[in-house]
Structures are given as structure tokens and as C-alpha cells.
């Protein structure tokens, strides 16, 4: 599968989305293009722009998921949306959520098992900037900490039972310069 990131769910595209994102959106972190030939052509013009050595770090996880959870991911009109209710309101997130909640730049969220995450709404410190049916990816950034950026990705691959969280983090923030 694609979404945002053409060809495919890796960590090489999304360090590439984040740095297009954080590079070209940096006063509107909603714009995204309708248009998939132009997203692709928009990609390629951004790829050759970004010198690799200064893309942020970037990690993707995967895991693939047995036929019946396949199945009922699949039954969801928006599987992302059920990744990222899972994500946010897991127990392995629970001190994370904790503290987060307490941070200055947290937005009020509101009930997770509610939560549509549409375009634009903040959860904790992260604000849904792509959604679509399979992938939503959520972004982040700490002005407290020199403008400390970030960007989580949840995506489902219905064609190979897969289930994806990738994680993208400028490569070294002013602070810690």
C-alpha cells in the first residue's frame, strides 16, 4: 500500500515526508495534495531537494496480524482510526499518556474511544496532519525543547496482514546543539 508515502510504508519515505513536512508546510500543518500524480511528482521534487545525510531519523515497525484480526480491521470503515484509538489508549502508552497530558503544549483531547481523529484535531501533543482509510499520520513539536519535531505513522496493509507504527525525529534539535 501507499498513502502518504509513495511507495510504500518504510522508514526512508517517512523520514521524507517529515522532512517535506516540517520544510514546506511549516505554516500549515494540514496541507496535503489531493492529487496523487501530483503527489508523486511533488515527491520526487522534494526527494531531489533533501540531501539524505540531513533527513531526520526515522524508525518503522511491522507486525503481521492473523486472518480473523486482518478480518476485523478490515470490517472498520477507517482501520487508522481504530490503530490510532489502540495506540493512544493502549496500557503500554499509559505512563507516556500520563505525563504528556501534563505538558504545556498538550491539547485537550477529547475521549479516545470517541475520537474520529480528523485532519486538524490535537491529541496529547500530536495533531492528525494525514488520514486516510489505511494510514494517518499524527505530528508533533515542542517549541520548549528548541522546536523539538516528530511525526508518528499507523498504517494497515490489508494485502499482507500487516500492521505498521513508524516514528520520524529531527536528527539533532537546537538544544542539543
Avoid: C
Avoid at 500520563?98 to 470517541?114: C, E, F, K, R, V
Wanted: hydrophobic content about 35%; proline content about 6%; overall charge neutral.
Amino acid at each position: 500500500s501507499s498513502g502518504a508515502l509513495g511507495g510504500g510504508f518504510s522508514k526512508h519515505n517517512l523520514a521524507f515526508f517529515a522532512a517535506r513536512h516540517w520544510t514546506k508546510h511549516a505554516d500549515d500543518p494540514t496541507a496535503v495534495s489531493s492529487s496523487q500524480q501530483s503527489e508523486r511528482r511533488r515527491r520526487r521534487r522534494i526527494q531531489d531537494e533533501v540531501d539524505e545525510d540531513e533527513l531526520p531519523y526515522a524508525d518503522m515497525f511491522h507486525q503481521q496480524i492473523s486472518p480473523t484480526a486482518s478480518k476485523w480491521l478490515r470490517s472498520h470503515p477507517s482501520p487508522s482510526v481504530v490503530l490510532a484509538r489502540a495506540f493512544f489508549s493502549s496500557d503500554a502508552f499509559a505512563p507516556e499518556r500520563t505525563i504528556l497530558s501534563l505538558g504545556p503544549n498538550s491539547g485537550p483531547s477529547q475521549a479516545l474511544s470517541d475520537s474520529s481523529f480528523n485532519i486538524g484535531e490535537t491529541h496529547l501533543l500530536w495533531t492528525v496532519t494525514v488520514k486516510s482509510p489505511l494510514e494517518m499520520i499524527l505530528t508533533w513539536e515542542l517549541e520548549s525543547l528548541g522546536r523539538l519535531k516528530g511525526a508518528t505513522q499507523l498504517a494497515f496493509d490489508p494485502s499482507m496482514r500487516r500492521v505498521y507504527q513508524g516514528n520520524a525525529l529531527d536528527r539533532v534539535p537546537q538544544w542539543a546543539v
